[in-house]
């Protein structure tokens, strides 16, 4: 273990940035195996996605308890998820009780954004600089900073223009948005957009929805956990995290074992009727088996959605408008929603396709359209995030040669078992490009996870520096990006950076998904560590063997 501080630079073994759910676990992790540790977080305060993401109706899609973190029986215990599905303030409520608990507040620092990170080459270490004027020297880096965590603004002409007040879902100010008698308007139509809508709907004079694309929304089914379900969680942990932690997408949903057309008419009905009612992802992971691979069985619960939509929403031409004509469910990540489309029955809900009306410019009083102007007091942008690679490539980070990582990836991201890359040793990022789609936290966590083990082998073993073997990338990149032409989400999808205008449009998730995670782990294990080159800077122990080249895996 080494910290030390001066009056300008601290030194410590492991420096974690970002203070989201992955962040805080790498801290805890890292801690608890004898590294002194700092984590630095931008926010002012801790929960990552659960900080920014404070928008009005802001809530998990996946269930609160398989969300949470695993790793101890007693934090489990003590707290009580008050929903199936737990709104921002009780998952950033719960985030801060974890600090807490573990105490680890003491090696966050917040409001400090990191504006680059430079590699020293002879010494192996890590020299990072934030916009507070700290800097801190680490032997590991881990960048925590999530997919999700840079909010996009589309270059709309006019933006600035704008006098009154605007707000991005992803960077939801701490005082509340006072939205009672205003006229408001929502861009972007995603899991964000459709989230907000329904929940600001009776508060507003007006809201006007700017849709782009329509998305295949379902109900998330949300209900108050009871107590005799709290005491069920309460027995069942064990065998719940038996499952959520070898389960391919990190749920507790069981796969259905038939199907559409293994099914009479009558019967699929009643079976798109009962995922209709299910919770939450159980739509994706629990249907018929054939959902996402056969179009015709997709298009089925897509016309029975469809149905839905026309039966709920009382204006026929809306009802055509909310529903997707250009892709298939399970295309895009689907939202869940809670009274999303009964809002649009509302007389101060409107709905414009920006297909049919675009959106010229904008005005110093609102939007214009071909339409005209609509006036507005509040502008919502709903219009997402640069997925993947978006906070890694705006932290400064150089490596080898002052390489900065920008470069390195400006045609997409290479990685090995999106943890690390070559020419950047010492540096990971879980959670981090090419990670698997489903219950983030899961997949997260097998890979801080592995980090930490890694460390703790690189300590036992006398090495100080470890960088990815350039086969081993190679091989892990190959297998993302054949992967990618089947994956589930398609290349409509921001999975592939195609929202981001001038973003290369590679996949940014693993097409091996959870599966090829572990297997490869297990091989980097069973293999000592031959995917990567192991090197010290400082003399070994006597019980260390002996320095070696790290040779690449066999492909
Ligand atoms: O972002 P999105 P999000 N003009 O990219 C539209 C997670 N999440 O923040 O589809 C007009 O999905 C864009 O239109 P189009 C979850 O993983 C989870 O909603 O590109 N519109 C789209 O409608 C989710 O997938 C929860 O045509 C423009 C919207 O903006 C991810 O975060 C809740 C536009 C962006 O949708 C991102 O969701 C919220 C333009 N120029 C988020 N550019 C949970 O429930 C873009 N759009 C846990």
């Known amino acids: 273990m080494n910290e030390t501080s001066g009056e300008t630079q601290k030194t410590v073994d492991v420096l974690v940035v970002g203070a989201g759910i992955t962040g805080i676990y790498q801290l805890y992790r890292a801690r608890e195996a004898g590294f002194s540790v700092l984590l630095l977080e931008a926010g002012d305060g801790v929960g990552g996605t659960w900080y920014w993401n404070r928008y009005p109706g802001a809530r998990f899609d996946s269930e609160s308890y398989t969300y949470g973190y695993l790793f101890s029986r007693e934090l489990f215990d003590e707290w009580e998820w008050q ?23 003491r090696h966050i620092r917040l409001g400090a954004r990191v504006t680059a990170a430079h590699l020293d080459e002879r010494s192996g270490t890590w020299s990072v600089v934030t916009d507070d004027g700290g800097e801190v020297r680490a032997r590991y880096l881990v960048a925590a900073t999530g997919v999700l ?44 957009g459709v989230q907000i809508i329904p929940e600001i709907a009776g508060e507003v004079a007006s809201l006007t929805v700017y849709q782009r694309t329509a998305n295949w929304c379902t109900p998330l089914n949300n209900r108050p956990i009871t107590p005799e379900e709290q005491a069920q969680l309460r027995a069942g942990f064990e065998a719940m995290r038996e499952i959520l932690n070898t389960s391919l997408a990190g749920f507790l949903h069981q796969p259905h074992d038939r199907a559409t057309f293994d099914d009479s008419e009558e019967e699929r009905q ?28 997709n298009a089925g619960w897509c016309e029975f959605v469809a149905g839905k939509v026309r039966s709920i929403v009382r204006d026929p031409a809306t009802a055509e408008k909310l529903i997707p004509k250009d892709h298939r469910f399970g295309e895009k990540r689907p939202p869940f929603v809670t009274g999303y489309y009964e809002a649009f029955n509302r007389p101060n809900v409107s709905l414009v396709d920006l297909h049919q009306t675009p959106i010229l410019r904008f005005t110093p009083d609102g939007i214009e359209t071909a339409d005209g ?38 045609g997409g991201p290479s990685t090995f078992l999106g943890i690390q890359t070559t ?12 990670a698997a789609a489903g219950n983030n936290p899961r997949y997260n966590g097998d890979q801080v996870d592995f980090v930490t083990d890694t460390l703790v082998y690189l300590r036992d073993h006398g090495y100080d520096t470890i ?68 090197t010290r800077s400082r003399p070994a122990s006597a019980a260390s063997p002996p320095l070696r080249a790290g040779a690449a895996v066999e492909p």
Do not use: C
């Not at 929903?83 to 507040?105: I, K, S």
């Not at 009612?277 to 159980?282: A, I, K, M, Q």
């Not at 999808?493 to 599966?515: A, D, H």
């Open 149 to 192: 965590s840079v909010p996009y603004f589309p270059d709309v002409p006019g933006r600035e223009d704008f006098r009154g007040e605007a707000y991005h879902t992803g960077l939801w100010p701490a005082s509340p948005v006072d939205f009672a008698g205003k006229r408001v308007a929502v861009i972007g139509t995603g899991s964000s």
């Open 83 to 105: 929903e199936h599905f737990a709104e921002q303030p009780e998952t950033e409520r719960y985030l801060n009780h974890v600090v807490e608990r573990f105490d680890l507040g």
């Open 270 to 297: 009643a079976f798109y009727e009962q995922m209709w009612r299910s919770p939450g992802f159980s739509k994706l992971t629990s249907h018929y088996t054939d959902l996402l691979v056969d179009p015709v069985a």
């Open 467 to 534: 960088e990815v073997g350039s086969d081993a990338e190679e091989r892990w990149t190959r297998m993302v990006d054949e992967g990618a032409a089947s994956a589930v989400f398609g290349e409509i999808s921001y999975y592939f950076g195609t929202n981001i205008p001038g973003k290369p449009r590679r996949y940014l998730l693993n097409s091996g998904g959870r599966p090829k995670l572990f297997k490869e782990i297990a091989r980097v294990a069973a293999t000592d560590y031959r995917a990567f080159r192991l």
């Open 373 to 410: 102007v609509q006036e507005l007091d509040i502008v919502v942008w709903a219009t997402g995030f640069d997925f993947g690679t978006g906070a890694l490539l705006r932290m400064g980070i150089h490596g080898r040669d002052g390489l900065a990582l920008a470069d390195h990836w400006a």
């Open 423 to 434: 020419r950047f040793p010492n540096l990971f990022f879980p959670g981090g490009p090419h």
